[in-house]
């Protein structure tokens, strides 16, 4: 494998076989907790206008994300995988719009294979990808921390590249610290700041043991991730 960190959602400067995009604070961590909670797929919008004119061809579907960090008006559903899980979201389809990581996988679509993660899913990420897509080709694979200057997704990523690699040199524990006293995490600790809550944070730095990677879905007219069993 021939593994390459890039950060930011700019368009990498060259393509890949595989590509990972990381969203630790918050993008792929709700859309992990989504899925868990019974969505079909998510729809990724690359603006707020393009979210609502999926949401006025299909009704039913709920807009979720957020722009600056921040809820977006006349969305159904903000960026806390935290307050997700107080609603009943079972068989929907989601529309996510986020600064960093939805815009960091829409500029990834050259990637043959396009797989998104916060930290909650990364290791079943990696391990997916070692195990049964990487083989014994030298592979090219991108892994996209998606956050220009934060250092939650780079410690994400090399978590990843350390999982993918087999090497041991990362350890768990000091990911998650990183995370927690990261920049992006700051405003999350702030108690004035009543737009984001601590428990964010809490629901981020957990390794959840699921049975599924996500992967978006090229082949469609709107990207899609959609859950791919293990």
């Given at each position: 494998?021939?593994?390459?960190?890039?950060?930011?959602?700019?368009?990498?400067?060259?393509?890949?076989?595989?590509?990972?995009?990381?969203?630790?604070?918050?993008?792929?961590?709700?859309?992990?907790?989504?899925?868990?909670?019974?969505?079909?797929?998510i729809?990724?919008?690359?603006?707020?206008?393009?979210?609502?004119?999926?949401?006025?061809?299909n009704?039913?579907?709920?807009?979720?994300?957020?722009?600056?960090?921040?809820?977006?008006?006349?969305?159904?559903?903000?960026?806390?995988?935290?307050?997700?899980?107080?609603?009943?979201?079972?068989?929907?389809?989601?529309?996510?719009?986020?600064?960093?990581?939805?815009?960091?996988?829409?500029n990834?679509?050259?990637?043959?294979?396009?797989?998104?993660?916060?930290?909650?899913?990364?290791?079943q990420?990696?391990?997916?990808?070692?195990?049964?897509?990487?083989?014994?080709?030298?592979?090219?694979?991108?892994?996209?921390?998606?956050?220009?200057d934060?250092?939650?997704?780079?410690?994400?990523?090399?978590?990843?590249?350390?999982?993918?690699?087999?090497?041991?040199?990362?350890?768990?524990?000091?990911?998650?610290?990183?995370?927690?006293?990261?920049?992006?995490?700051?405003?999350?600790f702030?108690?004035?700041?009543?737009?984001?809550?601590?428990?964010?944070?809490d629901?981020c730095?957990?390794?959840?043991?699921?049975?599924?990677?996500?992967?978006?879905?090229?082949?469609?007219?709107?990207?899609?991730?959609?859950?791919?069993?293990?």
């Open positions: 494998m021939r593994i390459t960190i890039y950060q930011g959602a700019a368009t990498p400067p060259t393509t890949a076989e595989i590509t990972i995009v990381i969203d630790v604070i918050r993008a792929f961590t709700l859309a992990h907790y989504a899925f868990l909670q019974g969505v079909n797929r729809c990724l919008a690359e603006t707020v206008t393009q979210a609502f004119q999926i949401k006025q061809k009704p039913e579907y709920l807009l979720a994300g957020e722009e600056g960090g921040y809820a977006i008006k006349g969305f159904d559903l903000d960026n806390s995988p935290y307050h997700l899980q107080k609603q009943t979201i079972s068989g929907k389809t989601l529309v996510l719009k986020t600064t960093n990581g939805v815009r960091a996988a829409l990834s679509l050259s990637s043959d294979h396009l797989f998104v993660t916060g930290l909650t899913n990364a290791r990420t990696a391990d997916f990808i070692r195990d049964r897509m990487a083989g014994e080709n030298e592979k090219k694979i991108h892994i996209i921390a998606s956050h220009p934060g250092d939650d997704d780079l410690a994400c990523a090399e978590y990843i590249k350390d999982t993918l690699e087999n090497t041991h040199a990362v350890s768990v524990r000091d990911m998650k610290e990183r995370i927690i006293n990261s920049q992006a995490a700051e405003k999350f702030d108690e004035r700041n009543t737009a984001f809550t601590q428990e964010d944070i629901h730095i957990r390794e959840l043991d699921t049975n599924f990677v996500m992967k978006v879905d090229k082949t469609t007219e709107i990207p899609m991730i959609e859950r791919v069993k293990v």
